[in-house]
C-alpha cells in the first residue's frame, strides 16, 4: 500500500466514530462514503492498526489513508467529456448512456475526470468527485466537486433538496397529462412529479410519451419504478418493464437534462442545461 495521508486528532472532548469524524479531513476521500469505502478495504489505519467501520476514535489519535497499490498503478483513463460548466469549485458534464458513473469498474466518468478537468487552484483541491448518481443506462448532466469543501456543501444542498433536477423520459401507454407519483421506495419516502409534453401514436406500444419529470427525492431506481408503477415504463428498461412493452435495441430513453442550484460559494443562480439526445428527437420533433 502507499501512504497518501496522515491526521492526528486534536481537540476532540468525546469519541466519535471514525466515519463521521474523518469528513473532510482527507483531500484524496473527501465524503463518507469514501471513507467507508477505504475503511472497508482496509486502507485506513488508527494508530497502526487496520479500522472497522465501527471504531470510535479519542483524542491525539494517529489516522493514516491508504492507497492500494492496484488503485495507483492505474486510476485515469482516456475518455473524452463533453464540460457543460466549470469553474475552480465544480463543473457540471453530460455522461454518455452506458458508462458506470464510479465503481469497482475501472472505465468509470470518475476515472475519466482527471484529464478532462482543470486543476483547482483552491487550497483544499482534490481529486474531482461526482456528487450524485446516474444509473448506468440513463445520460446526462452529472455535479462533480472539485475541492474539498465543495464536496462538502453541494452534498449538503442535496441532502436539503436545494438542488432541482430535471429528467426527460419516454413512456409507453396512455397516460394523464401531469400528476404525481408517491410511492414508498425500500419503505422509504419517494416523490415524483411529472408532466406529458407530447405524445406519438405506436403501432406497437399504442402511445410514447415524452415526460418532464421532477424528482422530490433521490432514492435509488426512483424514476424507473413510479413509472412501473403507473404502468407507463420508460421505454427500453431492461429492468423495470411490463412484458406487453418490452422494447430492446436502443438503450434506456432517460435522460437527465438539466440542474438549478445556488452555487455555495459565489452564490450565483447556475442554470444549467443539456439538449435530448437524437434518440428522442427522432420520435417527437422539437
Same mark, same amino acid.
Given at each position: 500500500?502507499?501512504?497518501?495521508?496522515q491526521h492526528?486528532v486534536k481537540?476532540?472532548?468525546?469519541?466519535?466514530?471514525?466515519?463521521?469524524y474523518?469528513?473532510g479531513i482527507?483531500k484524496?476521500a473527501?465524503t463518507?462514503?469514501?471513507i =467507508?469505502?477505504?475503511?472497508?478495504?482496509? /486502507? %485506513?489505519?488508527?494508530n &497502526?492498526?487496520?479500522a472497522t467501520?465501527a471504531?470510535?476514535?479519542?483524542n491525539?489519535?494517529t489516522?493514516e489513508l491508504?492507497?492500494?497499490?492496484t488503485?495507483?498503478k492505474s486510476t +485515469?483513463?482516456?475518455?473524452?467529456?463533453?464540460?457543460?460548466?466549470?469553474?475552480?469549485?465544480l463543473?457540471?458534464?453530460?455522461?454518455?448512456? &452506458?458508462?458506470?458513473v464510479?465503481?469497482?469498474s475501472?472505465?468509470?466518468?470518475k476515472?475519466? @475526470?482527471?484529464?478532462?478537468?482543470q486543476?483547482?487552484l483552491?487550497?483544499?483541491a482534490t481529486?474531482?468527485q461526482?456528487v450524485?448518481r446516474l444509473?448506468y443506462?440513463t445520460?446526462?448532466l452529472l455535479?462533480? &466537486? +472539485?475541492? %474539498?469543501?465543495?464536496?462538502?456543501k453541494l452534498?449538503? @444542498?442535496?441532502?436539503?433538496?436545494?438542488?432541482?433536477?430535471?429528467?426527460?423520459a419516454?413512456c %409507453?401507454g396512455?397516460m394523464? $397529462?401531469? &400528476?404525481v407519483?408517491?410511492v414508498?421506495?425500500? $419503505?422509504? +419516502?419517494?416523490l415524483? !412529479?411529472?408532466k406529458?409534453l407530447q405524445?406519438s401514436s405506436? %403501432? *406497437?406500444?399504442?402511445?410514447l410519451? /415524452?415526460?418532464?419529470?421532477y424528482? =422530490?427525492?433521490?432514492r *435509488?431506481h426512483?424514476?424507473r419504478k413510479?413509472?412501473l408503477?403507473?404502468?407507463?415504463?420508460? @421505454?427500453?428498461?431492461q429492468l423495470y418493464?411490463l412484458p406487453?412493452?418490452y422494447?430492446?435495441? +436502443?438503450g434506456?430513453f432517460? !435522460?437527465?437534462?438539466?440542474?438549478?442550484?445556488?452555487h455555495?460559494?459565489?452564490?450565483?443562480?447556475?442554470?444549467?442545461?443539456? $439538449?435530448?439526445?437524437? =434518440?428522442? *428527437?427522432k420520435?417527437?420533433?422539437?
Amino acid at each position: 500500500m502507499k501512504l497518501l495521508e496522515q491526521h492526528i486528532v486534536k481537540k476532540l472532548n468525546q469519541p466519535i466514530r471514525l466515519q463521521d469524524y474523518a469528513v473532510g479531513i482527507f483531500k484524496s476521500a473527501p465524503t463518507k462514503s469514501s471513507i =467507508k469505502k477505504a475503511i472497508k478495504k482496509e /486502507l %485506513v489505519l488508527v494508530n &497502526g492498526k487496520k479500522a472497522t467501520t465501527a471504531l470510535f476514535i479519542n483524542n491525539k489519535d494517529t489516522i493514516e489513508l491508504f492507497e492500494s497499490i492496484t488503485d495507483y498503478k492505474s486510476t +485515469k483513463i482516456n475518455l473524452k467529456l463533453s464540460i457543460i460548466f466549470e469553474d475552480d469549485y465544480l463543473a457540471a458534464i453530460y455522461k454518455p448512456a &452506458g458508462i458506470l458513473v464510479s465503481g469497482n469498474s475501472f472505465y468509470t466518468i470518475k476515472n475519466a @475526470l482527471p484529464t478532462n478537468l482543470q486543476n483547482s487552484l483552491q487550497l483544499d483541491a482534490t481529486t474531482p468527485q461526482p456528487v450524485h448518481r446516474l444509473d448506468y443506462a440513463t445520460s446526462g448532466l452529472l455535479l462533480i &466537486g +472539485k475541492t %474539498v469543501s465543495s464536496i462538502t456543501k453541494l452534498n449538503q @444542498l442535496f441532502e436539503h433538496k436545494k438542488i432541482q433536477k430535471t429528467y426527460h423520459a419516454v413512456c %409507453v401507454g396512455n397516460m394523464n $397529462e401531469e &400528476g404525481v407519483i408517491d410511492v414508498d421506495i425500500d $419503505e422509504k +419516502k419517494a416523490l415524483t !412529479h411529472y408532466k406529458v409534453l407530447q405524445s406519438s401514436s405506436s %403501432v *406497437k406500444f399504442n402511445k410514447l410519451n /415524452l415526460v418532464e419529470l421532477y424528482p =422530490k427525492t433521490g432514492r *435509488k431506481h426512483q424514476l424507473r419504478k413510479h413509472l412501473l408503477f403507473l404502468k407507463n415504463p420508460i @421505454l427500453g428498461d431492461q429492468l423495470y418493464y411490463l412484458p406487453e412493452f418490452y422494447h430492446k435495441g +436502443k438503450g434506456l430513453f432517460l !435522460h437527465a437534462s438539466s440542474l438549478n442550484f445556488t452555487h455555495p460559494f459565489t452564490n450565483e443562480n447556475i442554470s444549467i442545461t443539456k $439538449e435530448l439526445p437524437s =434518440k428522442f *428527437k427522432k420520435i417527437f420533433s422539437q
